[in-house]
């Protein structure tokens, strides 16, 4: 299993790009990238997935290299209401279909 | 469509009492995943079922946890002879397929509270 090491915590500020970094040193071929994103007292949300290079989305961009071995996950002008914790998750098809959440990234925006 | 919906939204019971959490899929969706989350920790997956099988439970407790996923009717998590550390935020996720690109839908959780 594709296991993923994200940074515990990081802090940032309204209006400011923020970048998280997922390591995934052993990520399978079939394997895809997959974000959430959990509020506090929350379910988690899916934000966005990818396979290789970039994606984009209304709320994010996802960076992957042509290694795979990493990805980034790309938040443009953060405000306060992105203060939640970010999971990245790796190897979703090929854990059975279930999901592995590992510790993610708590953000903190601050004004 | 209506999103995944969980009841209730928290449930207080006493220790060694059972407590029984809801979840309905979103419209169409055949996969359910039960997960819990302690407080100020990660989430755990505990079970995945489709209608009427179980498919993996390899993150319940081997005692007092059960879940099930009727042909009709909602998935329920059981939980026997409640202890206080059971307490803990229950989330149930539902997607319409296993495949390469996977969304999971999530519910807004059970608060269960053991007292």
């Known amino acids: 299993l594709a296991k993923t090491t994200q940074p515990i915590s990081m802090d940032s500020y309204e209006g400011q790009e923020v970048n998280i970094t997922c390591s995934h040193n052993n990520i399978a071929t079939n394997d895809y990238i997959t974000w959430y994103q959990q509020f506090p007292s929350q379910g988690p949300r899916f934000i966005i997935q990818g396979y290789k290079t970039k994606v984009t989305n209304e709320v994010a961009s996802l960076f992957i290299p042509a290694d795979r071995k990493s990805s980034t996950l790309s938040l443009p002008r953060v405000s306060l209401s992105d203060t939640a914790v970010y999971y990245c998750l790796v190897g979703v098809y090929n854990q059975g279909g279930k999901l592995i959440f590992g510790q993610g990234t708590e953000l903190s925006v601050k004004p | 469509n209506a999103g995944v919906m969980q009841n209730p939204r928290h449930l207080v019971r006493r220790r060694g009492q059972e407590a029984r959490l809801r979840c309905s899929p979103m419209k169409g969706h055949s996969h359910v995943y039960w997960y819990r989350q302690l407080p100020e920790e990660g989430l755990k997956f505990m079970v995945y079922?489709?209608?009427?099988?179980?498919?993996?439970e390899s993150g319940m407790p081997k005692e007092r946890f059960s879940a099930e996923f009727p042909k009709e009717g909602p998935s329920i998590l059981r939980i026997q002879q409640v202890v206080r550390g059971d307490s803990a935020a229950y989330f149930c996720?539902?997607?319409?397929?296993?495949?390469?690109?996977?969304?999971?839908?999530f519910g807004q959780g059970t608060r269960l509270t053991v007292v």
């Open positions: 996720a539902s997607s319409p397929s296993q495949g390469r690109s996977t969304e999971a839908f």
């Open positions: 079922l489709q209608k009427e099988n179980i498919i993996d």
